[in-house]
């Protein structure tokens, strides 16, 4: 039987609530605002036509999110595939999920990672890749980057794709050393940037995870942290990213 969208959020939200005790499924009920447009929603993060307008790519490469027709692995993919098993993105890096993230990353607008976790989840549940794994990692930030932001965007977005789809996140992956702000360097010099940049800190022998961020762009960074996991254990790691920069 295949289920709804909706009702695997149900589902989802029920076991995460009963995984985590009745108060914090009590805050979720609260009515709550459209991050968007403020409209009243219940108790979702956007309105109906908020959230249409925010969409996984309709044919999208399994391994690397980026257009793909018929839904199939891209000929990148077959030809050098990724370090990662499964790629996916609530939609692509764009109105309005460029926005929002911005919001998030450099405006501290914190109440809008539920919505963009909410996205993801969705995304995630489509693709049936729920199942797939047991555990959420958040990217981490550079130390200094995190002490000046005061939290990590792509932790609060993991929070909320555990609250969603009931998956637990789970810390380890650390930043080893400092590396440049990928933004700044050419596209080339990216993979040899970030790599040897993470370190697990924890042991992740037998894990099934999903690393998750805000934006995959070149893949560069998401292949360090995804081979940092690997050697701390992890049997499946997949990247699920809120949004997807198409030019890849
Ligand atoms: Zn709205
Ligand atoms: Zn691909």
Redesign the pocket.
């Given at each position: 039987m295949r289920l709804s969208n909706s009702a695997k959020a149900t589902l989802y939200k029920w076991r995460g609530r009963a995984a985590r005790g009745a108060l914090a499924g009590v805050a979720i009920a609260l009515p709550q605002r459209?991050a968007?447009?403020s409209?009243a929603t219940g108790d979702a993060c956007?309105?109906d036509?908020?959230a249409a307008a925010i969409a996984p790519a309709a044919d999208a490469c399994p391994r690397c999110a980026l257009p793909s027709a018929g839904g199939v692995p891209c000929g990148r993919c077959l030809a050098h595939p990724p370090a990662w098993d499964a790629a996916l993105a609530a939609g692509p890096y764009a109105f309005p999920l460029d926005r929002m993230v911005q919001r998030l990353k450099y405006a501290a607008d914190l109440p809008i990672a539920a919505a963009l976790g909410e996205r993801l989840a969705h995304a995630a549940m489509s693709a049936d890749a729920v199942a797939r794994v047991d555990a959420l990692v958040p990217m981490p930030l550079a130390p200094a980057r995190q002490r000046e932001r005061g939290y990590n965007q792509a932790r609060e977005i993991a929070k909320a794709v555990m609250r969603t789809a009931g998956l637990r996140v789970r810390d380890g992956l650390v930043r080893s050393r400092h590396a440049p702000p990928q933004a700044d360097l050419p596209w080339r010099e990216r993979v040899r940037n970030v790599r040897g940049a993470f370190a697990a800190a924890a042991s992740f022998a037998g894990a099934r995870v999903a690393l998750v961020d805000d934006v995959m762009t070149s893949g560069a960074t998401a292949a360090a942290a995804v081979s940092a996991l690997r050697r701390g254990g992890a049997l499946r790691v997949e990247v699920w990213t809120v949004a997807r920069t198409l030019r890849g």
């Open positions: 459209c968007l447009c409209c956007l309105c036509a908020c």
